[in-house]
């Protein structure tokens, strides 16, 4: 049988559909938490924005009360980045990727070396009996670390705990309207339970292609960071459909996924800094234009991002709103916009401004 051709667009719809952004859907956070795989939360305040562009009744006390209540953390996982996710997918999730997290360290971050002949499995059960004690920040880990492996560069000491041991930055860090440090603990203590000890990665990707799909292997290393996953897809072939994209790469899906056709409308949306419908796929086309790239922002997340037409990366956008009133949402897009999709984004905009800005008295939409 030769399989189905995906161009472009049917790729970007069916990826749309995924994440839930064709439309709003009528569930929790949690459950969107749940069926995204996590969302990618080095900013603090990302989630939100990018759950509020997802769900047709979010108010950010829901989530907040998940992180609080201990049924969502912020936890490092798929390619070592911080996600906020369900403590379910948690524990889950954080075996699959260990050797994501030993390899990273070893060979791409620049602490190992300064550490070479260290015993690195004492130094990560000393760094977690500490955490477990209280949560404590890497400045304050650091120095206890010294204490026990004098002459060795302290924070080289706190990054193979941060690296090597499964960690879950604690709150208020996180919730919405609220600062904090970033303090951490173990997963195990702050949960309450063990991780298993299954580590195949076999029902990761199967949620991924539920969250991402269709796509290829490679499309699934590069959102979990993890390696020779061809291996895996062939246990799965079985189980799986397979389509080719334009150029003749094997994609792979679940059979009974939606993918809508390519014509289906596809509202604006406002997407927060790293937002994973832009970073998960080796190939970003989908969604992000050949030539483009997503911006790489800093920041605690929430005031910037970027902005979807027709279902494809068109522009930036930028929230001033330190002072409460005026609000501003500031819209840059890398080409003129039609009237109507130019109409669209501001009325999308001024929603976005009264969720985030929810006392300013002006809301202002400017598209430059």
Not at 152 to 160: E, G, I, K
Not at 173 to 201: F, I, K, Q
Not at 204 to 227: E, I, K
């Amino acid at each position: 049988m030769v399989d189905e051709r995906l161009d472009t667009r049917a790729l970007n719809r069916a990826t749309l559909a995924r994440q839930l952004l064709l439309r709003r859907h009528p569930i929790t956070p949690l459950a969107a938490l749940g069926h995204l795989v996590g969302m990618q939360a080095q900013c603090p305040d990302s989630p939100y924005v990018g759950l509020w562009s997802r769900l047709a009744d979010v108010e950010p006390d829901d989530l907040g009360r998940s992180i609080t209540g201990r049924e969502a953390l912020r936890a490092p996982l798929m390619r070592c980045t911080l996600h906020l996710v369900t403590a379910e997918d948690c524990l889950a999730l954080r075996p699959v990727v260990q050797p994501v997290f030993e390899r990273t360290y070893r060979s791409s971050s620049p602490f190992a070396r300064q550490v070479d002949g260290v015993d690195l499995a004492a130094v990560r059960t000393a760094g977690e009996e500490l955490l477990v004690e209280r949560p404590r920040t890497r400045a304050e880990l650091a120095p206890l670390l010294a204490e026990r492996w004098p002459g060795r560069d302290p924070d080289a000491l706190v990054y193979a705990v941060t690296y090597l041991a499964p960690l879950v930055q604690v709150p208020p860090r996180g919730v919405w309207g609220t600062t904090g440090p970033s303090a951490w603990t173990t997963v195990e203590s702050w949960l309450g339970r063990r991780l298993p000890t299954d580590a195949a990665p076999d029902a990761a990707v199967v949620r991924y292609l539920a969250a991402f799909g269709p796509a290829t292997v490679m499309d699934a290393q590069r959102w979990s960071g993890l390696t020779r996953l061809r291996a895996v897809f062939d246990r799965l072939r079985p189980t799986l459909r397979t389509f080719r994209a334009d150029d003749g790469r094997e994609l792979f899906d679940l059979p009974d996924a939606p993918r809508p056709a390519p014509d289906t409308p596809a509202p604006p949306r406002f997407l927060p800094e790293y937002d994973n419908v832009q970073f998960s796929h080796a190939d970003r086309r989908r969604i992000v234009p050949e030539g483009r790239r997503p911006p790489l922002y800093g920041g605690n997340g929430g005031v910037l991002g970027t902005v979807l037409v027709d279902g494809f990366l068109a522009g930036t956008w930028r929230l001033d709103a330190a002072d409460g009133d005026p609000a501003v949402l500031t819209v840059e897009p890398y080409e003129r916009l039609a009237t109507t999709d130019r109409e669209a984004v501001e009325t999308e905009g001024a929603d976005l401004l009264r969720f985030a800005a929810p006392t300013a008295r002006t809301l202002d939409v400017r598209v430059t």
